[in-house]
């Protein structure tokens, strides 16, 4: 298993440009998250799914979409980047009868 | 919303010497406490976890504590090693897993 893969790992965007962050699992998990993770802090939920065509959001969603049509896949949206959206962010998933997250190696994303 | 604190921020200690971080919640509904290792430029990896039906959780070097009445748990490492030099996040979570919240976390260095 690759467990959860995510792509790019870097990205340099300019202000007002769009993007797609991938993440992909091949565990067979429902759930799946994404946060991100601001300098010298704790990861922030952006949004998660419980299953597929399930979203809802997390602690800091503005600016951010996503969409689960497969049990495999969770892009997250960035739609008119700004300079605080310059982060790290992660993909996670698990499986509720376990509890255990497993994370995807991030993406680091600046908006200049 | 749920609010983890954690402590302390930096944590540096001699090889071999103890090494313990504390977390507070705020919402006594939350009843999963998983505690992530997370090494340089890698996503967090679960170390060990807790539920809220048991006070202490033991697993090789590491050990977590849970106090319910004061909403406070604990990360414990014995025996430290130059390996355990990481950083370090709790968290937060009810059963049904849908949103975990995270600790700022604490940076741990094991000095050789």
């Known amino acids: 298993n690759a467990g959860v893969t995510q792509t790019p790992k870097f990205r340099i965007l300019k202000i007002g440009q769009s993007m797609t962050l991938q993440c992909t699992q091949d565990m067979n998990h429902n759930y799946m998250y994404w946060y991100r993770q601001d300098p010298g802090m704790g990861l922030k939920l952006i949004y998660y799914?419980?299953?597929?065509?399930?979203?809802d959001k997390g602690e800091v969603p503005n600016g951010y979409n996503v969409s689960r049509s497969t049990t495999e896949d969770f892009p997250l949206r960035l739609e008119l980047a700004a300079p605080s959206q310059t982060s790290v962010y992660f993909c996670?998933?698990?499986?509720?009868?376990?509890?255990?997250?497993?994370f995807g190696p991030g993406t680091r994303l600046t908006v200049l | 919303g749920e609010n983890v604190e954690q402590h302390p921020s930096t944590l540096s200690v001699q090889e071999g010497d103890s090494a313990v971080i504390k977390c507070t919640y705020s919402d006594s509904a939350s009843n999963y406490f998983p505690w992530y290792k997370q090494e340089l430029g890698k996503g967090p990896q679960l170390i060990i976890d807790?539920?809220?039906?048991?006070g202490e959780k033991k697993d090789q070097r590491i050990a977590v504590t849970l106090n319910k009445t004061a909403k406070h748990f604990s990360l414990h490492i014995t025996e430290t090693q130059p390996e355990d030099s990481a950083v370090y996040f709790c968290a937060a979570s009810e059963y049904n897993f849908n949103k975990f919240y995270f600790g700022s976390g604490t940076k741990l260095n094991v000095k050789p």
């Open positions: 807790i539920r809220s039906n048991v």
């Open positions: 799914s419980v299953g597929a065509g399930i979203t």
């Open positions: 996670a998933s698990t499986q509720g009868s376990s509890n255990e997250q497993f």
